[in-house]
């Protein structure tokens, strides 16, 4: 059994895959397994994977039916019995001392998860960026700082978890926004809470053809995995507790879900997910958020009021 398992899920990247794979193979940590799910590519990934296999010990080949990206995830954390676990993506690619930095942080304060900072770069114009954490570097308790909950990526693949946390927790299959449906039920679970803003991590942010950017009914998963959170908090009795936060991660991931629908022709479509968006807000938050803003000031209040948003949709429509 390995201490680490990084778990990749691999679905028609075989573009991106090799310079994924090369990262992983130049990690400075050897107590790792690298677990390659070939989520039923139907190019030529799997020949990029095998490559790997064959000249690094590290490396295991894993291939299933396509079921997305939460079932590949799935899928690799059912055949892995490591303490730690980390999740990259096929399209990205990490940092040489990824592992051993992670692993070091985690052993070092007795952590159950680890939130590390990213680099965003962009593949038409080779620029980068880093993306801050909005928490200090430290090591939290949820209980003690709510704040976390507030401020926590959703991302999954920023991070390094105790396996244990997954005891009774999955990614939901068909799902997009999985890790905003998964992320926040790990935090509920996890003890110790470190934070590092070191960049270990490089996410590429405009592939084509990559699946956050498509708009259609897949939009109104935001909402879907937002019931999940919630759901959890709930049945946890913990939804009040954290009423706050939970309202903030709510409200952020709906704006940003709104924004997208802003470039739509199609007015019902948009006017439709408007009103479900509210609805939704509606049913679960009828108390003012009184300790989290969004940044009113950068232009996203109209994004807090359905009918500002609903004529300034139609502003735009007709421009």
Not at 61 to 73: H, P, T, V, W
Not at 277 to 301: E, S, T
């Amino acid at each position: 059994m390995k201490r680490l398992s990084v778990i990749i899920a691999i679905y028609n990247v075989e573009k991106y895959l090799r310079k994924c794979l090369e990262s992983l193979s130049l990690q400075t940590y050897d107590d790792v397994e690298f677990i390659c799910v070939n989520d039923g590519s139907t190019d030529q990934s799997q020949d990029v994977i095998d490559e790997f296999v064959k000249r690094d010990h590290r490396f295991i080949s894993l291939i299933k039916e396509n079921g997305g990206l939460s079932d590949a995830r799935n899928f690799g954390l059912d055949n892995s019995d490591s303490e730690y676990v980390m999740f990259v993506d096929g399209d990205d690619f990490v940092d040489p001392k990824m592992c051993e930095a992670a692993v070091f942080y985690m052993d070092s304060f007795k952590l159950d998860m680890l939130v590390f900072g990213y680099r965003q770069y962009y593949l038409k114009s080779g620029r980068s960026e880093d993306i801050r954490l909005l928490i200090p570097n430290g090591v939290y308790e949820l209980k003690k700082n709510p704040e976390i909950l507030a401020y926590m990526p959703n991302c999954a693949w920023n991070k390094i978890y105790k396996r244990c946390l997954f005891a009774d927790i999955r990614y939901p299959k068909g799902l997009l926004n999985e890790d905003l449906a998964t992320t926040f039920r790990l935090l509920y679970q996890a003890k110790k809470v470190g934070f590092e803003d070191r960049a270990l991590y490089n996410y590429l942010i405009d592939r084509e053809g990559n699946i956050t950017s498509t708009i259609n009914e897949k939009i109104y998963d935001v909402i879907k995995a937002c019931e999940i959170l919630i759901a959890y908090y709930i049945d946890h009795e913990a939804f009040k507790e954290y009423y706050d936060e939970l309202n903030y991660v709510v409200e952020r991931n709906c704006l940003t879900a709104l924004r997208k629908v802003m470039s739509v022709k199609d007015k019902k479509f948009v006017n439709d997910f408007i009103d479900a968006v509210f609805r939704f807000k509606g049913q679960y938050f009828k108390r003012r958020n009184k300790k989290y803003k969004i940044a009113i000031d950068k232009g996203d209040g109209i994004y807090l009021h359905k009918g500002l948003l609903k004529a300034y949709y139609a502003y735009k429509v007709r421009s």
